[in-house]
């Protein structure tokens, strides 16, 4: 089978990893996990034979007969082909309660922040990203990697798992290094209360944070500078300045 491009496929050949991904995801017999883009079904033919169910969710189609003979005989592998984005995955019964998958490139950073907003059920992650999307996900203010994506997952998700991945563990091998990250679910604020403050924060990196809003039309930018104020910060403060928590504050401010 050959990886389609425009489909961010990398598909996962090593088995040596598996062993890493388990420990990461810290499978149980009882567990009900969710894989998107299983590929080949390496990983998901290592998931199978460990947990109760596994939800596999494939855009290929050209996959499916293969996928269908390496996982003939697993019974508890429930195999669907669409688009994993517009998945609802309460509706898959019974409900995963992790996402463990080598994820698509391009999809990657969408589809962990929509899992965390949509999918309740869903405690554990342990993914394999591009070494780049996963140093973004728990970034730290003031760093270049820290952005919006940063804020919205670490206000959700505590990372508990870091593991380096090489391009050799592919086929065909990405021109970027790779890593597996494992978080879990925290109590965090309403995703439509800090969300749209966020993704509109960061919108124009290069201006102020009062700015950005301003130009995105979330609030006026005498408004924004007034609840930047009321938390204690410059009106001239940017977005990459503010810690997670902060970001709340400013959203109940703005409201």
Not at 14 to 33: C, K, Q, S, T, W
Not at 72 to 89: M, Q, S, T
Not at 162 to 174: A, I, K, L, Y
Request: hydrophobic share 45%.
């Amino acid at each position: 089978m050959r990886a389609r491009k425009e489909l961010g496929q990398h598909f996962l050949v090593d088995e040596n990893l598996l062993g890493v991904i388990g420990r990461l995801a810290d499978l149980e017999p009882g567990d009900v996990v969710l894989e998107v883009g299983p590929g080949l079904g390496v990983l998901t033919r290592y998931l199978a034979d460990r947990v109760c169910v596994v939800h596999a969710i494939e855009l290929d189609r050209a996959l499916e007969e293969p996928l269908r003979e390496v996982l003939g005989g697993h019974d508890n592998v429930r195999l669907a082909f669409g688009d994993a984005l517009a998945l609802d995955v309460d509706s898959l019964e019974p409900r995963p309660s992790k996402l463990v998958a080598n994820l698509p490139y391009n999809i990657a950073t969408p589809l962990v922040v929509e899992s965390i907003e949509r999918a309740p059920s869903l405690e554990r992650w342990c993914v394999m990203v591009q070494r780049e999307v996963a140093d973004r996900f728990f970034a730290a203010p003031r760093t270049k990697a820290y952005g919006a994506v940063s804020v919205l997952v670490q206000l959700h998700a505590r990372r508990v798992g870091f593991h380096p991945v090489p391009p050799t563990v592919f086929r065909p091998r990405p021109r970027v290094e790779s890593a597996l990250v494992a978080f879990v679910r925290v109590d965090g604020p309403s995703f439509g209360l800090v969300r749209p403050v966020v993704e509109a924060a960061f919108a124009h990196r290069r201006k102020t944070l009062a700015n950005s809003l301003a130009l995105t039309g979330t609030a006026s930018r005498a408004r924004a500078e007034e609840a930047l104020r009321a938390i204690g910060r410059q009106p001239g403060a940017r977005a990459e300045e503010l810690p997670p928590r902060e970001f709340v504050s400013l959203a109940e401010a703005l409201r």
